[in-house]
C-alpha cells in the first residue's frame, strides 16, 4: 500500500513540475528571454539594449551546453546517491 501511495505522490509532483516548466518555457519563448540576464531585466520590466542582446545571444549556446552538462552531473549523483541509501550497488 505504501509503494502505491508513494508512486501517487511522485506522479503528482512530477505533474506539477512539468506543467511549471512547460509554462515557463512558453513565457521564455514568447518574450525572447534565455539568459540570466535577460530574465532579470524582464522582471524588472527593464530591456537589454542592442549591444548587450547581441552579447546575450552569443552565449546562449554555450549555456546550453554547460546547463546538460550539469544536470547529467546532478543525475549521476543523485542515482549513486539513490544507489547507495538502498543498497543495491
Known amino acids: 500500500m505504501g509503494k502505491i501511495i508513494g508512486g501517487i505522490l511522485w506522479l503528482l509532483i512530477a505533474a506539477v513540475t512539468l506543467y511549471d516548466a512547460f509554462r515557463i518555457e512558453k513565457y521564455k519563448k514568447l518574450y525572447n528571454i534565455q539568459t540570466y540576464q535577460e530574465i532579470i531585466a524582464f522582471m524588472e520590466g527593464k530591456c537589454l539594449d542592442e549591444i548587450e ?11 546550453k551546453i554547460l546547463l546538460m552538462l550539469c544536470s547529467m552531473a546532478v543525475s549521476i549523483i543523485v542515482t549513486f546517491i539513490m544507489l547507495m541509501l538502498f543498497k543495491i550497488f
Do not use: N, V
Open 53 to 63: 542582446q547581441i552579447s546575450e545571444q552569443a552565449k546562449r549556446p554555450y549555456q
